[in-house]
């Protein structure tokens, strides 16, 4: 579906194209993995890799040098860089997914946007510690405002920030990183505070909260042949947040199977991987991630389709989706977390890429748009006639 999108706009590589440079880069990526942990932040070479290999651009409107915001081909990108380095995974599925929201954005900020060139890129700051905006003239004034979460935002131009008025973006000269990235896990995304002291927004860098509902954005108008514009924007968010975590969980089982055929347990004196404990975790664990894989594919066919329909998504078709989301996300955690429980005691040291992922993984796993209980109570209320629980539907 992504190739021929991509192939009938006439530009660029191929979605197997994309993947298999993914797939190339995967040993470089380890071999810079701890680096980017001990950094707080990704690698400089990192950033211009992905640039150089066009990854980012894979939400980006044809119009302004991207790939015709074949997301589909960006989480699976995102998948293959999980197995390699999963904070570089985080960032290769939220700057795609960060360009696909500027292109929902009006014509007049996109031209401003990327008016320097096509690489120009953005952060989110999604926790908000505190919000002060309000409506000044046409635009918004926001002051003495502090946000925690921006991922990647070292190597952002701009910033989203979602105000009263809706969802707006910052430009780098009004806002300031706080540097308070110390965490369990996830290290190398750099996903610092910002605060921002005194910021006007003008009008055209803001999209009204009622436009960033399916189909209602300026750039659902702008590019009606791409039809995830269509459909609503948080379940498309939210599945790029999910294929960097598959990755990680396979980059888990990865690490996990290259141990077992070279390890001798102490128990029985065998190689572990002829033990049946160790084969019977390895195939339950290895049926989760394979599962939730298959979820994300399917998840991204039904979008596509639903936008092709020129219709509003129902309550029902949305929070059967994000149950799927949640669950396969579940499932990841749950194979990660099997695998962990059945390593040895060399993953104690801080060099060991098997503690670093399933630390890694386990941060992803507290994102809360990935965390399954409310959706799956929420989904049992729609079908049987009650309220959602949670408002991330």
């Known amino acids: 579906?992504?190739?021929?999108?991509?192939?009938?706009?006439?530009?660029?590589?191929?979605?197997?194209?994309?993947?298999?440079?993914?797939?190339?880069?995967?040993?470089?990526?380890?071999e810079r993995s701890a680096r980017a942990e001990e950094l707080r932040r990704i690698p400089p070479e990192n950033v211009a890799e992905l640039k150089e290999k066009q990854f980012h651009l894979a939400g980006q409107p044809i119009r302004f040098g991207g790939l015709s915001a074949s997301l589909d081909t960006a989480a699976q990108v995102a998948r293959e860089v999980g197995r390699g380095c999963p904070s570089t995974a985080w960032m290769t599925g939220q700057w795609p997914g960060h360009q696909f929201l500027v292109g929902m954005m009006g014509l007049e900020f996109q031209q401003e946007y990327w008016g320097p060139g096509p690489d120009t890129l953005s952060s989110t700051a999604s926790a908000v510690m505190?919000?002060?905006?309000?409506?000044?003239?046409d635009g918004a004034r926001i002051t003495d405002s502090a946000i925690k979460f921006s991922s990647g935002i070292d190597y952002a131009e701009w910033v989203i920030v979602t105000i009263p008025l809706g969802v707006c973006l910052?430009?780098?000269?009004?806002?300031?990183?706080?540097?308070?990235?110390?965490v369990m896990g996830l290290r190398g995304t750099g996903s610092k505070s910002l605060v921002i002291d005194d910021a006007w927004v003008p009008p055209h860098r803001i999209l009204p909260g009622a436009d960033f509902r399916a189909g209602g954005s300026p750039g659902a108008k702008l590019y009606p042949e791409v039809p995830l514009y269509q459909v609503p924007p948080n379940l498309v968010a939210n599945l790029l947040l999910?294929?960097?975590?598959?990755g990680m969980g396979q980059g888990l089982l990865d690490i996990f199977e290259e141990r077992v055929k070279s390890r001798v347990d102490l128990h029985s004196g065998q190689k572990a991987f002829q033990r049946e404990v160790t084969q019977l975790k390895f195939a339950e664990s290895s049926f989760e991630i394979d599962t939730a894989a298959k979820v994300l594919v399917d998840c991204f066919a039904e979008l596509c389709e639903r936008g092709r329909e020129d219709r509003e998504m129902t309550l029902e078709e949305r929070v059967r989706l994000r149950r799927d989301m949640t669950q396969a996300a579940k499932f990841v955690l749950q194979a990660g977390?099997?695998?962990?429980?059945?390593?040895?005691?060399?993953?104690?040291?801080?060099?060991?890429?098997?503690?670093?992922?399933?630390?890694?993984?386990k941060m992803a796993g507290l994102q809360a748009s990935l965390t399954p209980d409310e959706i799956a109570i929420s989904w049992s209320r729609v079908r049987w006639g009650l309220e959602p629980t949670s408002r991330r539907i």
């Open 242 to 246: 999910l294929a960097p975590m598959i």
């Open 170 to 182: 910052v430009p780098r000269s009004d806002f300031r990183i706080v540097d308070d990235w110390y």
């Open 130 to 137: 505190r919000m002060n905006a309000r409506p000044d003239g």
């Open 1 to 30: 579906m992504t190739e021929v999108l991509t192939k009938a706009a006439g530009v660029g590589p191929s979605h197997d194209e994309l993947v298999d440079r993914a797939v190339r880069w995967r040993p470089t990526l380890i």
């Open 337 to 361: 977390e099997r695998l962990l429980t059945a390593g040895d005691a060399s993953g104690m040291y801080d060099s060991n890429r098997w503690q670093r992922w399933g630390r890694d993984l």
